[in-house]
């Protein structure tokens, strides 16, 4: 019974990192160059399938994965941004989500055509296999590993961003990026890497999802539509408050599959739509 | 050629079009094509006019078609019941989305009505009676009136045109009212529009309603012209695809939705044995679309014509 309980809630633990991962990217992609990345889950489906043909073709294991998958495709987002997304500047930001929701449909059909729908494993890697008996629950060390690391990453962003120099640039660009222009910081650049790191953060939750999902093509669009949800019930205002939905949210749903298994896969929007009657800026949102 | 003079050339092309329609193509496809266009019309109400981009239209569309098919095949009821369902469960479910979504605005719209879809579209896999991955078959097109039988290619296709040109008259009807007028002033400034009295949240959603309730209507007629209700059609890519159509033929464009619908559907007719290439070739004319081509083809062609004469 509880051994079930904490089994569900841990599988929500790390369906929430993942939320709080990709929400957090989103946020900080929106916040400074006000674009609504509809790829964003293109790019974790990326992340996941250059770890699995790095693996299955070239033989490269999990931990180089790890860095280089995450490093091309943020290299990938910064050419979208150069080439596309800045040709959008000055417009209703609506244009910015149709223009990403395009080139995820266009990579998704590419990875579909080439794959399958069917999915593929990739293997937990050597060091991280096996499992820990918490005495009232089994603990896979590489779960455990994903909720660890995922949580590292998020804080380590959120103190880069709030406590370091490049954080107050960006956070003076999200306020008024003119103005930072104007005090002589490259804000054209500062855009294009902001949202290369955005993809990467999402390319790396795709290289630590590839041995707890089935590396799809659809893995993308399933999870990117549940991570909007999220961020509406968040509010894309503050960073912490994407972190803290996510990993709530993610918890909410493993206890919903416990108790009551056929609302699991909906609850998140039954959530949106609560928050929605009662606080409609959202928890941690600002009306705008 | 004066302006009414070259509207009314244009509509009487439009409509000579669509008499003859049935003899040049395969019926089935120009009935498919004319429900399409009356799905992008109705969502271009919304997008193109009140300046709400909803990413969950494939909810009323699908749910709608869900509607009538259930209440033909199981109850029994005629093909006229099995429209109007539709058109209520669309509006039904337009009220009660469009009311939690109007309380956000922008691209958090965009995100709630997207999400709204999502659980509709988990609601029919879980939901027994909708046949899962099978779909919803055999729904019976019936007898209009108890007369006509409309298992009969042309009488059915002239059935869903007259539909067509009725409810694409209300939204002509709808765009140059009043209320059209005041839905533009809201597009263009929501701040002036609320100071100058008009309640704006009850005007957005009237739009929205009206235009859910046209999609479900699109949703029944095109459930009893394929004979069945299935998932794509509440999947998310069915929400992407009006947006392509009526961004195609240009959003706020009277017509240009229907000229989408006609291209979109040529596309996925004649391209359907490349599998998922549709999909990658629909993403790219997407990003052409917003990169080059935001006013559409009909946009593009009003503009034309306006700077020649």
């Known amino acids: ?288 | 050629m004066t302006v009414r003079a070259r509207a009314v050339l244009g509509y009487g092309l439009l409509v000579g079009i669509g008499l003859a329609a049935p003899f040049l193509v395969y019926p089935v496809f120009a009935m498919n094509v004319l429900c399409l266009a009356l799905f992008a019309s109705a969502f271009n109400l919304l997008l193109g006019y009140a300046g709400l981009l909803s990413f969950g239209h494939a909810a009323f569309l699908g749910a709608a078609a869900y509607a009538a098919g259930y209440v033909t095949r199981e109850w029994g009821l005629p093909t006229e019941a099995g429209l109007l369902a539709g058109v209520a469960v669309g509006a039904g479910l337009g009220l009660g989305f469009g009311a939690l979504a109007i309380r956000r605005s922008g691209i958090y719209f965009a995100m709630i009505t997207l999400g709204f879809a999502q659980l509709v579209y988990f609601l029919a896999i879980e939901i027994p009676w909708t046949g899962g991955e099978d779909g919803f078959q055999g729904i019976p097109r019936g007898k209009l009136l108890g007369v006509l039988n409309l298992d009969r290619p042309l009488v059915m296709y002239y059935f869903v045109y007259a539909i067509f040109l009725a409810a694409f008259w209300l939204i002509q009807r709808t765009i140059a009212s009043p209320f059209g007028h005041v839905l533009r002033a809201i597009r263009e400034n929501e701040p002036r529009a609320l100071s100058l009295g008009y309640e704006v949240s009850r005007y957005k959603l009237t739009a929205f309603v009206l235009s859910a309730a046209l999609s479900g209507l699109a949703g029944a007629l095109r459930a009893f012209v394929n004979q069945f209700a299935a998932l794509p059609d509440l999947y998310w890519h069915t929400s992407g695809n009006v947006v392509l159509m009526t961004l195609l033929g240009g959003m706020g464009t009277v017509t240009g939705p229907s000229v989408g619908a006609l291209l979109v559907g040529v596309l996925e007719n004649y391209l359907a044995g490349l599998g998922s290439w549709v999909t990658v070739i629909t993403g790219t004319v997407f990003v052409l679309c917003v990169l080059s081509f935001r006013r559409g083809i009909v946009g593009e062609v009003r503009a034309l014509v306006k700077r020649s004469f």
């Open chain 1, 1 to 288: 019974m509880t051994q079930a309980l904490f089994g569900q809630l841990l599988v929500g633990l790390i369906n929430g990192s993942f939320y709080a991962l990709l929400s957090l990217g989103l946020a900080i992609i929106f916040g400074l160059l006000d674009v609504v990345n509809f790829a964003h889950g293109a790019q974790y489906m990326l992340g996941a399938y250059l770890a699995w043909m790095g693996l299955t073709w070239l033989g490269i294991g999990y931990w180089v994965a790890l860095f280089a998958a995450p490093a091309a495709v943020g290299i990938l987002g910064m050419a979208v941004e150069r080439l596309l997304l800045r040709r959008l500047r000055g417009l209703d930001n609506l244009y910015g989500l149709l223009l990403t929701f395009g080139l995820a449909l266009a990579v998704e059909g590419l990875f579909r055509q080439g794959f399958g729908i069917s999915g593929n494993s990739y293997p937990v890697p050597a060091q991280l296999t096996g499992a820990k008996n918490l005495g009232f629950m089994v603990l896979p060390i590489y779960r455990a590993w994903v909720v660890v690391a995922s949580l590292v990453v998020c804080f380590s962003s959120w103190l880069v961003i709030e406590k370091t120099r490049l954080g107050a640039y960006l956070r003076a660009g999200t306020e008024n990026p003119r103005m930072l222009q104007a005090f002589g910081v490259n804000v054209p650049l500062m855009f294009t890497v902001t949202y290369g790191f955005g993809a990467a953060l999402a390319a790396f939750a795709g290289v630590m999802a590839a041995p707890v999902y089935q590396v799809t093509p659809t893995m993308g669009s399933q999870v990117i539509i549940v991570v909007f949800a999220v961020v509406v019930i968040g509010g894309m205002g503050s960073i912490l408050g994407a972190i803290v939905t996510g990993l709530g949210l993610g918890l909410l749903e493993g206890a919903a599959k416990f108790f009551w298994p056929e609302i699991s896969g909906t609850v998140v929007f039954i959530a949106m739509a609560l928050v929605l009657l009662l606080r409609p800026a959202g928890l941690f949102g600002r009306q705008r």
